[in-house]
Structures are given as structure tokens and as C-alpha cells.
């Protein structure tokens, strides 16, 4: 007989981060449990409703409530993707940490081309093959992998892609990127720390629904003063307090 045991493969929390999603996240959330059940690994799904004004908040418990591997976690109030992602990973109690948005660009099924080089690596970026840009956009994200690598020296290959990576990888108590660079800022310090980073290249979909969130006037300003704070705290070794994000009001649903 043949079983579904996945026996090499470690534990996992796939997280989601979901802002204004009705139309999607019961589906995903759905669709994540039927493709892990079936393999019998060792997972539990999170999901993070970020102040959403649209039924998202109540879409994610009432799933909660029917599916026991999917937990729900609420801000109450909009903090964006760097606050989510921070509450994700500490709410995070597998060994390896994937996290995601639910608007379907990464299949849920990228999760199981990662997972079996878990044993090798401790970060793997599902980098795309194509990346659903325009000019400008994709002059942005290019310029933010370039900049670890001239400034760093670390190569982050697709830095706002999602990833799989090991659960003590993760520097809550040191990161203090506050904008998007944070993804870069984790990377960095982990290839610093000696944590070995690799990439695959995925193919994804365009954004179908919703809105993308990913870039901004504030976002891409933020950004560079986070350069600009990161390579200062690395590289001359500041030792004043450092700043936080903001603490977001949180409760679990």
C-alpha cells in the first residue's frame, strides 16, 4: 500500500496576511487545508485580517471555527504589510514559517516545491520567473535587490517574494525596518548570522482581485531610510535604542 506520508519534511506555519480579501480568502484558506491534509504534514495556517473594512475579519473566524489547523488573528486597525508580517512570525510555532497573500499570485502549491530542500537551507525564496510589472514598478524592485548586494553584500535574489524559512531565523528583537525593506533587512542579517539562503524560480499568477499594496509615495521613501538605518546599524554600530514598529492593537479570533 502506498501511504501519503511526507516523512522527510519539517513542520510548517503557512501564514497569510490579508487586507480587504473577501472575495478570495475563504477559498485559499480552503484550498491550503485540502492540499496539506492530503499529505499529512505537520502545519498549521495562520491568518492576519489587517484592519480590514470589507468582510475578511469575519470570513477568517468563521473558517477558524470550522477548520482546526487555521487560526485567525485580527488588527484592529490597517498597520501594513511590515506590522502583519512581524505578528505573523510571532505567532508562527512550527519549525519553518511560509508566508503569503491571498490573492492567489503564489499557488499554495509553491509551498510543496520548497519544502524539500528544507534539509539544506534555511531560507528559500520562490523567486518568479516574471514578474507581473510595469517599467517603473520593476525599476523599484530591481533596484532593491541591488542594493543589499552593493551595499551588504548579501544577495537576496527576489526579496518581496514569498518564502520558506526556518522559524529561528526570524530577528524580532533586532530588525527595525519599518517599511518594506524589512523582507531585505531579515535576509541580511540572516546570511550575516551564516544562514544559508537559496532560491527557485516559480512561475505565479497577476494579481486577479483587490488591490496590490506592495508600493507607495510612503512605502518607497520608508524604504530607503531603511537603507539607509539598517547599513548604519550594521556597519558603524549604533548603539542607541532602536525603534520599534509600532505595536498594533491584536487579538485572536
Given at each position: ?10 513542520s510548517v ?24 491534509a ?15 473594512d ?10 477558524a ?17 511590515p506590522?502583519?508580517?512581524q505578528?505573523?512570525?510571532?505567532s508562527a510555532?512550527?519549525?519553518f ?13 509553491v509551498?510543496?516545491?520548497?519544502l ?13 520567473r516574471h514578474?507581473?510589472y510595469?517599467p ?16 551588504f ?8 517574494a ?29 546570511a ?9 524560480p ?9 488591490r496590490?499594496?506592495g ?9 530607503l531610510?531603511?537603507?539607509?538605518r ?11 535604542p ?12
Open positions: 500500500m502506498t501511504s501519503n506520508r511526507t516523512p522527510s519534511f519539517p506555519s503557512i501564514c497569510y496576511q490579508a487586507y480587504n480579501e473577501e472575495t478570495t480568502l475563504r477559498q485559499v484558506l480552503e484550498e491550503t487545508e485540502a492540499l496539506l492530503a499529505r499529512d504534514l505537520d502545519y498549521e495556517i495562520i491568518v492576519c485580517d489587517d484592519g480590514s470589507d468582510a475578511t475579519g469575519v470570513i477568517a473566524d468563521e473558517v471555527r470550522s477548520v482546526s489547523s487555521v487560526r485567525a488573528l485580527h488588527h484592529e486597525r490597517n498597520m501594513g504589510i506590522r502583519t508580517q505578528d505573523l512570525y510571532a510555532k512550527k519549525d514559517v511560509y508566508i503569503d497573500g491571498v490573492d492567489r499570485q503564489w499557488p499554495i502549491s509551498l510543496l516545491e520548497l524539500p530542500l528544507a534539509d539544506e537551507w534555511d531560507i528559500i525564496v520562490a523567486s518568479r514578474k507581473f510595469g517603473f514598478r520593476a525599476f523599484v524592485s530591481s533596484l532593491f535587490n541591488l542594493l543589499p548586494r552593493v551595499l553584500g548579501v544577495r537576496t535574489y527576489d526579496a518581496g514569498t518564502k520558506l524559512l526556518r522559524r529561528d531565523v526570524l530577528f524580532p528583537d533586532r530588525v527595525i525596518s519599518r517599511s518594506p525593506f524589512l523582507a531585505a533587512e531579515v535576509m541580511i542579517r540572516a550575516r548570522a551564516g544562514y544559508r539562503i537559496t532560491a527557485v516559480v512561475d505565479t499568477n497577476p494579481r486577479r482581485t483587490g496590490s499594496h508600493i507607495s509615495a510612503a512605502g518607497l521613501s520608508g524604504s531610510r531603511d537603507v539607509v539598517v547599513w548604519w546599524a550594521l556597519h558603524v554600530g549604533d548603539k542607541r532602536r525603534e520599534r514598529l509600532p505595536a498594533g492593537r491584536m487579538r485572536h479570533g
